[in-house]
């Protein structure tokens, strides 16, 4: 069975965020022994939530990541909000669009929800 999964955020909202990380979280504590890829896709105003500004969900974030959690985030959202790739945390990827990186991931065969 094949368990990728996409999460996606795109709202200025650090609740809706850290219930991401959570799913995430127990996401990965589910599926101890089996192969699959997580992704949080962020995209619109969430983009600022990946930021030095929110330590609390970047101590969370973290681990996830260092677990194989992978977070893209939208180039454009990024331009629309004035950050550059250093203002986010280490590790997170940037793509030139996240909608598109959530339809790529779709026909991958990616489970998505939007939490």
Avoid at 38 to 44: A, K, S, T
Avoid at 74 to 97: F, K, M, Q, S, Y
Wanted: aromatic share 6%; net charge negative; charged share 20%.
């Amino acid at each position: 069975m094949k368990y990728d999964l996409c999460l996606h955020v795109d709202l200025n909202d650090a609740a809706l965020l850290a219930l991401a990380l959570k799913n995430a979280r127990n996401y990965q504590n589910a599926l101890p022994d089996e192969n699959y890829e997580l992704v949080i896709v962020g995209n619109g105003p969430s983009v600022t939530l990946f930021t030095a500004a929110q330590p609390a969900l970047r101590e969370t974030a973290l681990p996830l990541m260092e677990k194989g959690l992978k977070i893209r985030l939208c180039r454009n959202a990024l331009n629309d909000n004035n950050l550059t790739e250093a203002d986010l945390w280490p590790g997170v990827e940037v793509v030139p669009a996240g909608l598109v990186e959530i339809v790529r991931l779709q026909q991958a065969g990616f489970a998505y929800i939007k939490p």
